[in-house]
């Protein structure tokens, strides 16, 4: 690729969205087959990473995404979180401690959704600095 077109801050790569979803839907099933094989233990970067990855494996290269494709997997990342946090509840396979100790693990999912789907986001759009 050209450096210039590599510098130009307005220069976007075109997504592929199932990409995207297709890793998101492997690691949310990871996340299960480990819940449903040990429901009292807690796997507190589970949401983080499921959340996060939908915008993060849009990135093809050096160059960012859009901001509103980035948007648009966060939001999605964020929703395939709480699906498969919601799932887990009612297989009741999320019985383990929270960090806090107090309070169902599902109030400790949306937190940790919502930080992992900025982090996938902030990732997304951030793009290769070349200096000319």
Same mark, same amino acid.
């Given at each position: 690729?050209? @450096?210039? !077109?590599?510098?130009? +801050?307005?220069?976007? #790569?075109? !997504?592929?969205?199932?990409?995207? =979803?297709?890793?998101?839907?492997?690691? $949310?099933?990871?996340?299960?087959?480990? $819940?449903?094989?040990? +429901?009292?233990? &807690?796997?507190?970067? =589970? /949401?983080?990473?499921?959340?996060? *990855?939908? /915008?993060?494996?849009?990135?093809?290269?050096?160059?960012?995404?859009?901001?509103?494709?980035?948007?648009?997997?966060?939001? *999605?990342?964020?929703?395939? &979180?709480?699906?498969?946090?919601?799932?887990?509840?009612?297989? %009741? *396979?999320?019985?383990?401690?929270?960090?806090?100790?107090?309070?169902? #693990?599902?109030?400790?999912?949306?937190?940790? =959704?919502?930080?992992? *789907?900025? &982090?996938?986001?902030?990732? =997304?759009?951030?793009? @290769?600095?070349? %200096? +000319?």
């Amino acid at each position: 690729m050209d @450096v210039e !077109v590599l510098a130009n +801050p307005e220069r976007v #790569a075109m !997504v592929d969205f199932r990409r995207g =979803a297709f890793r998101t839907g492997l690691i $949310a099933v990871a996340w299960v087959a480990l $819940a449903l094989w040990r +429901p009292t233990v &807690t796997y507190h970067l =589970a /949401p983080f990473l499921v959340a996060g *990855a939908w /915008p993060y494996f849009l990135r093809n290269g050096p160059l960012r995404v859009a901001n509103i494709d980035a948007i648009r997997a966060a939001i *999605a990342g964020f929703g395939a &979180t709480m699906v498969t946090a919601l799932v887990l509840v009612f297989t %009741d *396979a999320m019985r383990g401690p929270t960090l806090w100790e107090t309070g169902h #693990a599902m109030l400790e999912v949306v937190p940790i =959704a919502l930080v992992g *789907a900025a &982090t996938g986001y902030r990732l =997304a759009r951030c793009g @290769v600095a070349i %200096d +000319p």
